[in-house]
Nanobody
Framework: QEQLVESGGGLVQAGDSLRLSCAAS????????MGWFRQAPEKEREFVAA????????FYADSVKGRFTISRDNAKNTVYLQMNSLKPEDTAVYYC?????????????????WGQGTQVTVSS
C-alpha cells in the first residue's frame, strides 16, 4: 500500500517562502499524478496544484498562480510545493495526494491516496 508523508510546514511571516515535500513509499508505481490540497480553518478542503507523472502537465488554483510551484522527483518518489510570497490566507493544513489512475485532475475525487497533512501558518 502507498503511504504519503508531508513535511516542511511551519510558521512564517507574510511575504516569506516555504517548500513542502511529500515523500511516497510503498506501491508508488500506481501513482500517475500527484497533487496538493489545503484546508483552512472553517473551510472546505480545496485544490492547490497537481502534476502529471512526467511533469509536463501542471494545474494550479487561481489563488496560487504565480506564487506556488509544484514539482516532482520520481527518483526520490517525492513531490514538492514551493510557496513564495505567502499570504495570511494561505494558512492551512496542506495535504499531499496521489492518483492511482491515468490522467490528471484537480478535484478531491480525482485522487486516491492522502497524506496526514502539514501545517502552514502565515502571520500578517
Amino acid at each position: 500500500q502507498e503511504q504519503l508523508v508531508e513535511s516542511g510546514g511551519g510558521l512564517v511571516q507574510a511575504g516569506d517562502s516555504l517548500r513542502l515535500s511529500c515523500a511516497a513509499s510503498g506501491r508508488t508505481f500506481s501513482s500517475y499524478a500527484m497533487g496538493w490540497f489545503r484546508q483552512a480553518p472553517e473551510k472546505e478542503r480545496e485544490f492547490v496544484a497537481a502534476i502529471s507523472w512526467s511533469g509536463s502537465s501542471i494545474f494550479y488554483a487561481d489563488s496560487v498562480k504565480g506564487r506556488f510551484t509544484i514539482s516532482r522527483d520520481n527518483a526520490k518518489n517525492t513531490v514538492y510545493l514551493q510557496m513564495n510570497s505567502l499570504k495570511p490566507e494561505d494558512t492551512a493544513v496542506y495535504y499531499c495526494a496521489a492518483r492511482r489512475r491515468y490522467g490528471l485532475g484537480r478535484y478531491i475525487t480525482d485522487f486516491d491516496s492522502w497524506g496526514q497533512g502539514t501545517q502552514v501558518t502565515v502571520s500578517s
